[in-house]
């Protein structure tokens, strides 16, 4: 192990400059020099989607640019999984995540999906853009005992309450217990609309989803 000045900018310049195959070489660097895997994930890569949400917002990038950070942080999530999660954890049960309909951010969902998958847990994975029918499909065919929804659009968070409101119709609900998150998602939504847990972040998300399961 060696020596972490602790600086995560270059991680998180590599990212808004969406230079895929750099950020993997950044990221087992800072590894190999000991820096903790979460200080790589929230102080470079999602620090450095901020900085390129916030040049999106102002018009100063646009959805090319965000594509490519995007890609790279692919990239450099699937180099830090490894660290990220623990090894030769007993799996304990399945659980269900996507992204709701209408919505194709997927960079949050994917780490969510890592972190649960860490704890031993088997995630079924139905991407993004995901219809409440084809939500209520996995739920009958699979053992899954919690849902994951992901939501990033201030619109498209509404339809985590339509998932909950088509299961209570389908006589579903209790089946399942409903994790929601998202930039936009708050606990008072999430106790609005019926959810069982709202969490912040992924690792949060990964400890409460546990939870269900003991
Ligand atoms: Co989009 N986009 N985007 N975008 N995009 C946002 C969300 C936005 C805030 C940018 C901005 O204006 N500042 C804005 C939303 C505004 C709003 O609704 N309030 C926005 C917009 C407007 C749009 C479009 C409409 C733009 C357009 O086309 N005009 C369009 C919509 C497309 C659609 O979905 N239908 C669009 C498109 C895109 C891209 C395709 C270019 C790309 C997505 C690529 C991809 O995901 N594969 C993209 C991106 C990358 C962003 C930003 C820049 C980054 C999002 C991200 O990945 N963050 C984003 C700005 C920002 O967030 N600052 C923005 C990093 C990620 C790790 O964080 O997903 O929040 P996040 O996940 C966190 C937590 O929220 C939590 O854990 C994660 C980390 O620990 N979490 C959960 C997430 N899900 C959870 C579930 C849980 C628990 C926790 O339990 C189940």
Redesign the pocket.
């Known amino acids: 192990m060696g020596d972490f000045s602790g600086n995560f900018n270059e991680i998180s310049e590599l990212l808004q400059r969406g230079k895929a195959k750099d950020i993997v070489v950044a990221v087992q660097k800072a590894l190999d020099a000991g820096a903790p895997p979460s200080d790589i994930l929230e102080k470079g890569l999602?620090s450095g989607?901020?900085i390129?949400?916030g040049k999106?917002?102002r018009g100063e990038v646009f959805?090319p640019e965000?594509?490519v950070?995007?890609r790279a942080?692919n990239h450099a999530s699937a180099a830090l999984k490894p660290a990220l999660t623990q090894a030769g954890v007993e799996p304990v049960g399945q659980a269900i995540i996507c992204t709701v309909k209408?919505?194709?951010?997927?960079?949050?969902?994917n780490?969510?999906k890592m972190m649960i998958e860490g704890k031993g847990i088997e995630v079924i994975d139905l991407g993004v853009d995901c219809s409440s029918n084809k939500i209520i499909d996995a739920v009958q065919s699979s053992n899954a005992r919690v849902l994951?929804?992901?939501a990033?659009?201030?619109?498209t968070m509404l339809a985590q309450k339509e998932v909950i409101d088509t299961l209570k119709t389908a006589g579903l609900r209790d089946r399942v217990k409903i994790?929601?998150?998202?930039?936009?998602v708050t606990q008072n939504f999430a106790d609005e609309i019926g959810a069982d847990a709202y969490?912040?972040?992924?690792a949060s998300?990964a400890e409460v989803c546990r939870s269900f399961y003991s």
Not at 152 to 155: A, H
Not at 199 to 202: E, K, M, N, Q, S
């Open positions: 999602i989607m901020g390129i949400g999106f917002k959805v965000v594509l950070a995007a942080m209408g919505d194709l951010h997927d960079i949050g969902k780490l969510v994951c929804l992901s990033l659009l201030t619109t994790m929601v998150g998202g930039a936009p969490t912040p972040d992924a998300a």
